[in-house]
């Protein structure tokens, strides 16, 4: 288990973003805050 868990954790990770996720990153960013904003918004009144 531990040993797994070592290789998984140390292995050489895949970047966060790729450089062509970055309009779609925030495209999903905005949209998310959006509906957030609204369920507040018709939630408080």
Known sequence: MW???RR???A???PV???DQV???L???V???FGLYVV???LIG
């Open 40 to 42: 507040v918004r018709a």
């Open 3 to 5: 040993r797994r868990l």
């Open 23 to 25: 309009g779609l990153a």
């Open 17 to 19: 973003l790729y450089p």
């Open 12 to 14: 050489p990770r895949r």
């Open 27 to 29: 495209l999903t960013l």
């Open 31 to 33: 949209a998310v805050g």
């Open 8 to 10: 998984r954790t140390m």
